[in-house]
């Protein structure tokens, strides 16, 4: 029996994952010690990228994924090494040296925890079956915004890339190099973030509607929109208990200018026209 189940937060890459995980940090709920600047804990996040490994997938290509869920001898392992890894001492990766020593072990918490991360999307079948009475909630946002940021940040990570590989081109010579020069080449155009944006939503949707765990589906425009209002949909599903005037605080934190970024550009608007049917698929106008 699970003391004090986790709250599993999943989403499409650049969703609005990140800002509901400082939301509800902010709230009390334990996110992890040492998170990554994206409110990721390094813990969870090694363990699904090492399940991706297994399926040969990436997170710019998860659907081998599903091969591994699917296959009835390599799924019970991956689900017995998961349970092993959150039962024993390397959890102090994520709970840090002062909650370890309430127990190493995360299968039986007294606090109120939870951890992010976009792959969740695709492991969380693994992880109910480690945690079956988890809850979980599922954050998305409109498909242009999210190619566009994707697009956005690989412009930014190949320019840093291309500038460190001309300093050091000398060196590699003789030392080889270990990285590439692109943090997701499908990334680079609209049509590629889009389809990847796709594929996440299509999965978390089936998803949501086969699994029996409590959920909550929460939209990023409506919580940019409607903070505080949101921020208590939030504080109801966890169960937490925060104080109003902390919930007006932390509303006033969200900023409001980033809904429906891609309306104030025109390239990005006929795009969005282009593939209003996908879009509408979700739930989106174009």
């Known amino acids: 029996m ?9 989403g499409m890459h650049r969703s609005g994952t990140s800002l509901v995980t400082r939301l509800l940090a902010g709230m009390g709920l334990f996110t992890g010690w040492r998170n990554t600047r994206n409110q990721e804990s390094p ?3 090694g363990l699904n990228k090492w ?4 399926a040969g997938a990436g997170w710019d ?22 349970r092993l890894s959150v039962s024993g001492p390397r959890v102090i990766r994520y709970l840090g040296p002062a909650r370890m020593l309430r127990g190493p072990s995360l299968i039986r918490q007294a606090g109120a925890w939870a951890w992010k991360d976009p792959r969740n999307v695709y492991t969380l079948p693994l992880w109910l079956a480690v945690f079956p009475e988890a809850k979980v909630i599922h954050i998305h946002r409109h498909g242009v915004d999210v190619a566009h940021s994707l697009k956005v940040r690989q412009e930014r990570a190949f320019r840093r890339t291309r500038e460190r590989y001309l300093v050091r081109r000398p060196l590699y010579r003789l030392t080889g190099k270990r990285g590439g020069f ?13 389809g990847l944006w796709r594929e ?6 089936r ?14 425009e409506s919580l940019v929109a409607h ?49 209003r049917d996908l879009l509408a698929a979700f739930g989106y106008a174009p």
Do not use: K, W
């Not at 699970?2 to 999943?10: A, K, S």
């Not at 104080?243 to 608007?269: E, K, M, N, T």
């Open 51 to 54: 399940v991706f490994r297994q």
């Open 200 to 205: 996440y939503m299509d999965q978390a949707m």
């Open 227 to 275: 903070p505080e209002e949101q921020l208590h949909r939030l504080v109801e599903f966890t169960g937490l208990e925060v104080p109003r005037g902390q919930l007006r605080l932390l509303a006033h934190q969200v900023d409001r200018s980033r809904i429906h970024g891609y309306q104030r550009d025109p390239r990005l608007r006929a795009f969005a026209s282009d593939h």
């Open 43 to 45: 813990f969870f996040g």
């Open 2 to 10: 699970i003391h004090n189940p986790p709250v599993i937060i999943l």
């Open 207 to 220: 998803l949501l509607a086969e699994i029996e765990s409590p959920t909550l589906d929460l939209s990023y």
């Open 182 to 194: 692109a943090n997701s080449l499908r990334c680079s155009t609209l049509d590629g973030g889009l």
């Open 61 to 82: 290509n998860p659907a081998p994924v599903l091969g591994l869920l699917a296959d009835e001898r390599v799924r019970p392992l991956v689900e017995d090494y998961l």
